[in-house]
C-alpha cells in the first residue's frame, strides 16, 4: 500500500495541483492532509474545494481553525514587528475571502487522526500529539522534549506538519515524520514537498518527493490580490528571509 501525506497547503492552488498530479503518477492508495489548507496564499477557496472534490481526509491546523472560527491571529510564533503585521493582514484577508460553507468545512474538521495501515498504526496531527494546532516539532527539539511528547502515544508512528520542513526522527522505538509543506516550504527550495509512505505488511518505505509547480503565477496573484509582498518573495526564495536584509537591496511599497 503507498499513502501520501499532504500539509500546510496555504492557499496555493498551484503547488496543490501539481502535487495531486504526481500522487496520480505515483499509484498512490490514499491520501491524507495534515492541515493548514489556507492562509498566506492567494486561492483558498479553490484549496478547500479541491481537498473537497478529492475526498481527502483532512485534519485540522492551526490556520485552518483560524479561519474556520474568524479568530483575530493563527497562534504562530511570529518575529515582533514586520513578520506579525504581514501575519495579521494574510489573517484578515483570508477571512473576507473564504466563503462561509468553506470556514464550516474547516471549523468542523478533527484535530487529530489515528489510522491502521496495514499492520502499521499511525497518528496524524497538524502540530504535536500534546498540542494538536500549535507546538512545533523540528529537527532539532531536544530529545528529552520528544520523549514527553510521544510518551501516551500508542502509534508506531506520528506524521505531523506545521513547520514546513520535511523530517524523520526516531524516540523510544517511535518514528515521527513531518511531511514538510506543499503551499510554503521553508526548504530553501521552490518546490511543494510531500511525504510517501510505502507500507507492505509491518514494514514500511518513506520517500520525500519534491515538486515544481508554477511559483510565478502564485506571487503573481498574491501581489494582484492585494496581499503583501512578502509572501510573494518567501514563496520565490522557499524559505524565511531577514527581511530588514532584503528592503535594503529591493526597492519595493506594500
Not at 499513502?3 to 503547488?15: L, R, T
Not at 520517500?207 to 506571487?219: A, G, I, L, Q
Not at 496573484?221 to 518567501?234: D, H, N, Q, S, T
Request: proline share 3%.
Amino acid at each position: 500500500m503507498k499513502v501520501a501525506f499532504i500539509s500546510d497547503i496555504h492557499g496555493n492552488i498551484e503547488a496543490l495541483t501539481a502535487v495531486l498530479n504526481d500522487i496520480k503518477k505515483q499509484n498512490i492508495d490514499k491520501i491524507y492532509c495534515l492541515g493548514d489548507l489556507v492562509g498566506y496564499g492567494p486561492n483558498p477557496n479553490e484549496v478547500v474545494e479541491l481537498i473537497k472534490n478529492n475526498k481527502i481526509q483532512s485534519i485540522m491546523g492551526n490556520y485552518d481553525d483560524a479561519i474556520g472560527n474568524e479568530k483575530d491571529n493563527c497562534g504562530c510564533s511570529y518575529n515582533p514587528g514586520k513578520e506579525t503585521q504581514v501575519g495579521d493582514i494574510s489573517i484578515n484577508w483570508t477571512i473576507k475571502n473564504t466563503t462561509e460553507d468553506n470556514k464550516n468545512f474547516l471549523k468542523n474538521l478533527p484535530h487529530k487522526l489515528s489510522i491502521k495501515l496495514e499492520e502499521v498504526s499511525i497518528l496524524l496531527v497538524h502540530g504535536s500529539p500534546l498540542n494538536s494546532l500549535l507546538e512545533y516539532i523540528k529537527p532539532d527539539t531536544d530529545v528529552k522534549r520528544l520523549n514527553t511528547i510521544i510518551e501516551k502515544v500508542k502509534e508506531n508512528i506520528v506524521i505531523n506538519g506545521h513547520t514546513h520542513l520535511s523530517m524523520i526522527r526516531n524516540v523510544n522505538g517511535k518514528t515521527i515524520f513531518n511531511a514538510g509543506s506543499v503551499g510554503r516550504t521553508k526548504e530553501g527550495e521552490a518546490k511543494a514537498i510531500y511525504l510517501v509512505l510505502n507500507i507492505e505488511s509491518n514494514v514500511y518505505h518513506h520517500e520525500f518527493r519534491k515538486v515544481d509547480y508554477n511559483v510565478k503565477k502564485t506571487c503573481e496573484k498574491i501581489i494582484e490580490k492585494g496581499l503583501p509582498i512578502e509572501l510573494a518573495l518567501f514563496l520565490a526564495l522557499g524559505s524565511s528571509y531577514d527581511m530588514g536584509k532584503i528592503e535594503k537591496k529591493i526597492n519595493f511599497k506594500l
